[in-house]
């Protein structure tokens, strides 16, 4: 098992920056890779950002010249910096962790980023 918690949430206004992070426990060797995902009202969850193990990086095209994804892997943390908010990146972000077997997900920050 694998256990993920996420911190670093809250309200922003429009420009500003938060950082989420994300710590993992429990049975975390065989981890793949890690990211986030988040949920808007109303509609689907999305990937935001993975990490590998290795440090390869992948940013969705909607944030990828303002966020970025780093860890710490003595913390075993993974961290979501994210500059230049918009009203539109309001939404649930996830933290996700993949093992070959199943994925894992925190419980969600709410983010929420005003005009």
């Known amino acids: 098992q694998v256990q993920l918690v996420e911190s670093g949430g809250g309200l922003v206004q429009a420009g500003g920056s938060l950082r989420l992070s994300c710590a993992a426990s429990?049975?975390?060797?065989?981890?793949?890779?890690m990211g986030w995902h988040r949920q808007a009202p109303g509609k689907q969850r999305e990937l935001v950002a993975t990490?590998?193990?290795?440090?390869?990086?992948n940013l969705a095209n909607s944030v990828k010249d303002r966020f970025t994804i780093s860890s710490d892997n003595g913390k075993n943390t993974v961290y979501l910096q994210m500059n230049s908010l918009k009203p539109e990146d309001t939404a649930v972000y996830y933290c996700?962790?993949?093992?070959?077997?199943?994925?894992?997900w925190g419980q969600g920050t709410q983010v929420t980023v005003s005009s």
């Open positions: 990490i590998t193990r290795g440090g390869t990086i």
């Open positions: 429990g049975s975390i060797s065989s981890i793949v890779f």
């Open positions: 996700y962790a993949f093992k070959v077997d199943r994925d894992y």
